[in-house]
Protein backbone atom coordinates (compact mmCIF):
# COMPACT_ATOMS: atom_id res chain seq x y z
CA UNK A 1 0.00 0.00 0.00
CA UNK A 2 1.43 3.54 -0.29
CA UNK A 3 1.98 4.66 3.04
CA UNK A 4 1.20 8.56 1.91
CA UNK A 5 -2.06 8.68 0.19
CA UNK A 6 -2.02 12.55 0.37
CA UNK A 7 -0.49 13.26 -2.83
CA UNK A 8 -2.35 10.62 -4.77
CA UNK A 9 -5.68 11.70 -2.98
CA UNK A 10 -5.11 15.39 -4.27
CA UNK A 11 -4.01 14.42 -7.68
CA UNK A 12 -7.30 12.38 -7.76
CA UNK A 13 -9.15 15.47 -6.56
CA UNK A 14 -7.53 17.84 -9.00
CA UNK A 15 -8.46 14.82 -12.03
CA UNK A 16 -12.17 14.56 -10.65
CA UNK A 17 -12.67 18.25 -10.57
CA UNK A 18 -11.48 18.38 -14.80
CA UNK A 19 -13.52 15.63 -15.33
CA UNK A 20 -16.77 17.54 -13.67
CA UNK A 21 -15.77 21.08 -14.70
CA UNK A 22 -16.00 19.31 -18.67
CA UNK A 23 -18.98 17.15 -18.04
CA UNK A 24 -20.73 20.21 -16.80
CA UNK A 25 -20.16 22.55 -19.71
CA UNK A 26 -22.24 20.29 -21.62
CA UNK A 27 -24.78 21.91 -19.70
CA UNK A 28 -23.83 25.29 -20.77
CA UNK A 29 -23.57 24.82 -24.54
CA UNK A 30 -27.45 24.43 -25.11
CA UNK A 31 -28.17 27.43 -22.96
CA UNK A 32 -25.69 29.89 -25.04
CA UNK A 33 -26.57 28.55 -28.10
CA UNK A 34 -30.03 28.97 -27.84
CA UNK A 35 -29.93 32.11 -26.12
CA UNK A 36 -27.51 33.34 -29.38
CA UNK A 37 -29.59 32.06 -32.00
CA UNK A 38 -32.57 34.34 -30.72
CA UNK A 39 -31.16 37.12 -31.45
CA UNK A 40 -29.53 35.93 -34.71
CA UNK A 41 -31.08 35.35 -38.32
CA UNK A 42 -30.63 31.57 -38.87
CA UNK A 43 -28.46 30.83 -41.44
CA UNK A 44 -28.02 29.33 -45.23
CA UNK A 45 -24.90 27.61 -44.26
CA UNK A 46 -26.61 25.02 -41.42
CA UNK A 47 -28.01 23.30 -44.81
CA UNK A 48 -24.20 23.06 -46.52
CA UNK A 49 -22.41 22.52 -43.13
CA UNK A 50 -24.99 20.15 -41.44
CA UNK A 51 -23.75 16.61 -43.33
CA UNK A 52 -20.10 17.40 -42.58
CA UNK A 53 -20.80 18.45 -39.16
CA UNK A 54 -22.54 15.48 -38.27
CA UNK A 55 -20.03 12.95 -39.23
CA UNK A 56 -17.09 15.46 -37.45
CA UNK A 57 -19.40 15.27 -34.31
CA UNK A 58 -19.32 11.06 -34.61
CA UNK A 59 -16.25 10.93 -35.58
CA UNK A 60 -14.59 12.59 -32.63
CA UNK A 61 -17.32 11.01 -30.03
CA UNK A 62 -15.88 7.44 -31.93
CA UNK A 63 -12.22 8.50 -31.16
CA UNK A 64 -12.93 9.47 -27.78
CA UNK A 65 -14.35 5.65 -27.12
CA UNK A 66 -11.82 3.72 -29.16
CA UNK A 67 -9.21 5.93 -27.43
CA UNK A 68 -10.12 4.98 -24.03
CA UNK A 69 -10.80 1.17 -24.89
CA UNK A 70 -7.55 1.38 -26.45
CA UNK A 71 -5.38 3.53 -23.67
CA UNK A 72 -6.38 1.23 -20.95
CA UNK A 73 -6.26 -2.06 -22.36
CA UNK A 74 -3.06 -2.92 -20.71
CA UNK A 75 -4.03 -1.93 -17.42
CA UNK A 76 -7.91 -2.84 -17.44
CA UNK A 77 -7.11 -6.30 -15.81
CA UNK A 78 -5.39 -4.57 -12.98
CA UNK A 79 -8.19 -1.93 -12.32
CA UNK A 80 -11.30 -3.89 -12.52
CA UNK A 81 -9.67 -7.31 -10.82
CA UNK A 82 -8.95 -5.55 -7.16
CA UNK A 83 -6.95 -8.45 -6.05
CA UNK A 84 -4.11 -8.60 -8.90
CA UNK A 85 -1.43 -6.02 -8.40
CA UNK A 86 -1.43 -3.15 -10.28
CA UNK A 87 2.21 -3.13 -11.76
CA UNK A 88 2.00 -1.53 -14.92
CA UNK A 89 -0.54 1.25 -13.87
CA UNK A 90 0.22 4.58 -15.91
CA UNK A 91 1.25 7.44 -13.68
CA UNK A 92 -1.30 9.74 -12.54
CA UNK A 93 0.49 12.57 -15.00
CA UNK A 94 0.22 10.57 -18.20
CA UNK A 95 -3.47 8.74 -16.63
CA UNK A 96 -4.89 12.69 -16.56
CA UNK A 97 -3.66 13.70 -19.65
CA UNK A 98 -5.31 10.81 -21.34
CA UNK A 99 -8.37 11.47 -19.50
CA UNK A 100 -8.00 15.16 -20.72
CA UNK A 101 -7.48 14.59 -24.69
CA UNK A 102 -10.47 11.42 -24.33
CA UNK A 103 -12.83 14.00 -22.71
CA UNK A 104 -11.71 16.67 -25.02
CA UNK A 105 -12.85 14.76 -27.92
CA UNK A 106 -16.23 13.61 -26.49
CA UNK A 107 -16.69 17.44 -26.10
CA UNK A 108 -16.02 18.15 -29.72
CA UNK A 109 -19.26 15.98 -30.42
CA UNK A 110 -20.75 19.49 -27.55
CA UNK A 111 -18.84 21.82 -29.36
CA UNK A 112 -20.08 21.00 -32.87
CA UNK A 113 -23.77 20.81 -31.99
CA UNK A 114 -23.38 24.19 -30.22
CA UNK A 115 -22.63 25.28 -33.71
CA UNK A 116 -25.10 23.77 -35.27
CA UNK A 117 -27.81 24.39 -32.62
CA UNK A 118 -26.58 28.31 -33.65
CA UNK A 119 -26.82 27.53 -37.18
CA UNK A 120 -30.61 26.96 -36.53
CA UNK A 121 -30.91 22.98 -35.93
CA UNK A 122 -34.06 22.12 -33.63
CA UNK A 123 -33.72 21.30 -29.70
CA UNK A 124 -34.66 17.67 -29.99
CA UNK A 125 -31.67 17.27 -32.68
CA UNK A 126 -29.41 19.29 -30.35
CA UNK A 127 -30.35 16.34 -27.93
CA UNK A 128 -27.85 13.99 -29.36
CA UNK A 129 -24.70 16.48 -29.13
CA UNK A 130 -25.23 17.46 -25.18
CA UNK A 131 -26.19 13.56 -24.49
CA UNK A 132 -23.98 11.23 -26.13
CA UNK A 133 -20.92 12.94 -24.93
CA UNK A 134 -22.72 12.94 -21.44
CA UNK A 135 -22.55 9.31 -21.61
CA UNK A 136 -19.19 8.75 -22.44
CA UNK A 137 -17.49 10.96 -19.83
CA UNK A 138 -19.93 10.17 -17.04
CA UNK A 139 -20.89 6.49 -18.08
CA UNK A 140 -17.14 5.44 -19.69
CA UNK A 141 -14.53 7.99 -18.65
CA UNK A 142 -15.49 8.68 -15.03
CA UNK A 143 -16.12 5.37 -13.42
CA UNK A 144 -13.14 4.00 -15.65
CA UNK A 145 -11.14 6.74 -13.58
CA UNK A 146 -12.64 5.94 -10.39
CA UNK A 147 -11.14 2.25 -10.67
CA UNK A 148 -8.09 3.83 -11.66
CA UNK A 149 -7.50 6.04 -8.50
CA UNK A 150 -8.81 3.09 -6.47
CA UNK A 151 -5.89 0.90 -8.03
CA UNK A 152 -2.98 3.37 -7.47
CA UNK A 153 -3.77 3.83 -3.95
CA UNK A 154 -3.72 0.23 -3.24
CA UNK A 155 -0.37 -0.26 -5.86
CA UNK A 156 2.39 -1.49 -3.05
CA UNK A 157 5.37 1.19 -3.49
Not at 123 to 149: N, T
Amino acid sequence: MNSDNTPTASIRCIWLTIVIAMAASLGIYPVIAFVLRESMKPSGALFAMRTLLYALAGLFLLASIVLSKINTRSWTDQVTHSDSEPSTLPTPQAFITSSIIRIALAEACAIIGFVLAVLGIPFYEYLFFAIAPALVILGLILPFGLRYWDALEKKPD
